[in-house]
């Protein structure tokens, strides 16, 4: 009964893949998140999305993509993996956007 | 523009004595603000908020935070530490007069020494 989930856990890639990271959370929130937390432990947000609409972008390279097929998921896709896009990734989920943010366990992503 | 600074990067504490985690805030509104705590290879965990209520918060496992507007401070105290408590400690402002966003601190490692 994890209320944000993530999968995978840790991915292991090589430069140049494309890979995904999957989030789900069955809080029956409408907002959900994705966060980079580099090597020193900062965490910025990327995207949000409020019912399946786009209303956070940061400045984000293009090659990441997120895709919320429902209000309960929002992907993380990225194109052309670079050895900087090594991070951990957190999905959260509130329920406005102006609640108290929820997150999930991370994905350790490291591209080789 | 909203910002947070934590003032200290790391914190010692021997077990059984209290603990002091600092943050300080800029806003131009009346801010939400947060402290998440992180456990090693987990993910954030909510410890307590303020939302323009009391100004002293109470959170969870004996944590609590006290909002003094007029030092833009929201430090984050526990009386007495315990060896479960060494974690990073994430102090967080929301601006609602914008998108909401969190902005977060550079995080507090808190350290428990037996």
């Known amino acids: 009964d994890t209320a944000v989930s993530q999968t995978p856990k840790y991915l292991v890639t090589q430069m140049g893949n494309d890979k995904s990271i999957k989030c789900e959370q069955n809080?029956?929130?409408?907002?959900m998140y994705w966060y980079k937390q580099d090597s020193k432990k900062f965490l910025k947000i990327m995207f949000s999305y409020n019912n399946k609409e786009l209303i956070i972008n940061e400045t984000v390279p293009n090659r990441f993509s997120p895709k919320s097929p429902d209000k309960a998921h929002l992907n993380l896709h990225i194109n052309s993996l670079e050895l900087g896009d090594s991070a951990v990734y957190f999905c959260?989920?509130?329920?406005?956007?102006?609640?108290?943010?929820?997150f999930g366990p991370g994905t350790r992503l490291t591209v080789l | 523009a909203q910002s947070v600074t934590q003032l200290d990067s790391h914190v010692s504490v021997s077990e059984g004595t209290p603990v002091l985690l600092r943050c300080n805030y800029s806003s131009s509104y009346s801010p939400s603000l947060f402290w998440y705590v992180q456990h090693p290879n987990k993910g954030l965990q909510l410890l307590l908020k303020?939302?323009?209520?009391?100004?002293l918060v109470k959170g969870i496992n004996g944590f609590e935070a006290e909002f003094k507007k007029s030092e833009t401070s929201f430090h984050l105290t526990k009386p007495s530490a315990h060896m479960s408590d060494a974690a990073e400690y994430f102090c967080v402002v929301s601006d609602p007069s914008g998108t909401y966003k969190y902005i977060f601190g550079t995080g507090t490692r808190l350290k428990v020494l037996a």
């Open positions: 809080l029956g929130h409408d907002t």
């Open positions: 959260a989920s509130s329920h406005g956007v102006s609640d108290t943010q929820y």
């Open positions: 303020y939302t323009s209520a009391a100004t």
